[in-house]
């Protein structure tokens, strides 16, 4: 079955670290997306790629950094300068099209050591 | 620009009774409107979508979204509460800006209770 796999769902970062979230698709997307959701709160943008080389800051990006140099994959960074990383991180992908739903992956939770 | 604004960050109803769920949305052209359901842990899953074909839109799980543009709502509806409807429930709407970004709104959650 075609999806969104996101690894690992549970991921620990200590102070100082950088730790990468890991986002594949198999569906054949040029779109990709990487939201922040904090407890009672929606989705935040964080970066977006349209097409393979090519990505753009969304409205909190400061702190992360992104890479997009396979279709199927858009692995995300959370640096050291991110100093309140502790949420739960969703992938989604999307035919780049207007009007075209994202799907979602199963999301990674991150906390602080 | 587009937004989007969810009335009511918590809607409880006893199971059986119907479900409302309130979108409005801003938009300055004809919008793409979806509705999406979080359960805890995992990703958000699409419920239904609305791309100007059928202002009365079915979705799964037996929950179906009527498009008012002189209201500029998108209110997600169910007949009958199940007590597995119990989730967070998110609206969103098409940027429109050759992004293909979608715009979400805050999210409501949904008690069911027994």
């Known amino acids: 079955d075609g999806g969104i796999t996101q690894s690992p769902k549970y991921l620990f970062r200590k102070e100082g670290q950088n730790v990468t979230l890991s986002c594949e698709q198999n569906l054949n997307h040029d779109a990709m997306y990487w939201y922040r959701q904090d407890p009672g709160q929606g989705l935040r943008l964080i970066y977006y790629s349209q097409i393979v080389n090519d990505f753009q800051k969304g409205d909190i990006a400061e702190g992360y950094s992104v890479s997009r140099e396979k279709k199927e994959s858009f692995p995300l960074t959370v640096t050291s300068a991110q100093k309140n990383p502790t949420a739960f991180y969703l992938c989604?992908?999307?035919?780049?099209?207007?009007?075209?739903?994202?799907?979602f992956g199963d999301g990674t939770r991150l906390s602080i050591l | 620009a587009q937004s989007v604004t969810q009335l009511g960050s918590h809607v409880s109803v006893s199971e059986g009774a119907l479900v409302l769920l309130r979108c409005n949305y801003s938009?300055?052209?004809?919008?793409?409107l979806f509705w999406y359901v979080q359960y805890p842990n995992q990703g958000l899953q699409l419920l239904l979508k609305y791309t100007s074909a059928a202002t009365l839109v079915k979705g799964i799980n037996g929950f179906e979204a009527e498009f008012k543009k002189s209201e500029t709502s998108f209110h997600l509806t169910k007949p009958s509460a199940h007590l597995s409807d119990a989730a967070e429930y998110f609206c969103?709407?098409?940027?429109?800006?050759?992004?293909?970004?979608?715009?979400f709104g805050s999210g409501t959650r949904l008690l069911v209770r027994p």
């Open positions: 989604a992908s999307s035919s780049a099209a207007e009007g075209q739903p994202q799907h």
């Open positions: 938009s300055s052209v004809p919008p793409y």
């Open positions: 969103a709407v098409g940027a429109m800006d050759s992004s293909y970004k979608l715009i």
